[in-house]
């Protein structure tokens, strides 16, 4: 039985071109709405013949029909200076799409950030429930308590939770 690998080839050149492709929105395209476009992400279809590509804007959180316009326009110079790049054998077709999921996930951090809670940083990882600091206790504070036996005075406790740092 044949392993599969970790990445494939077509998301391995995914990565690259998220990337590329918010390069040459912000430098090579002359018009004027294109520095406003983030790209979040692209999907590559497996025979590297077709690419969605998913975009928000930097300063609003509604999509514009005239970036989409813009989008749509340059999708053919996108494909070929992509197959030029990289060298594909064939020019992807590239469509351009309004991410609603990024821009629901920037709410969502807006939303935390106000009410003081910490905001995770999208391309971070989060982590399993457990919360760390910089002072090195791990865990919150409803496992601290159930987790700390009632010690005798005087006795000496672990700040830890019973678990090695």
Do not use: C
């Amino acid at each position: 039985m044949r392993r599969r690998p970790a990445f494939t080839r077509s998301e391995r050149i995914e990565l690259l071109l998220v990337g590329e492709v918010e390069r040459l929105l912000a430098f090579e395209l002359k018009s004027p709405l294109s520095a406003d476009v983030h790209v979040s992400a692209a999907h590559l279809a497996g025979d590297l013949g077709h690419m969605r590509v998913d975009w928000a804007l930097r300063s609003s959180d509604d999509a514009s029909p005239r970036h989409q316009e813009m989008l749509d326009r340059a999708a053919s110079f996108v494909g070929r200076t992509l197959q030029d790049i990289y060298g594909l054998r064939k020019r992807p077709t590239v469509v351009f799409r309004f991410d609603q999921e990024y821009v629901r996930a920037r709410r969502v951090q807006a939303v935390l950030a106000a009410e003081g809670g910490d905001a995770v940083d999208g391309d971070e990882a989060i982590n399993d429930g457990w919360n760390s600091d910089d002072s090195g206790e791990s865990g919150g504070a409803d496992y601290d308590a159930l987790t700390k036996s009632p010690a005798a005075p005087g006795a000496a406790t672990s700040d830890s939770g019973g678990r090695e740092a």
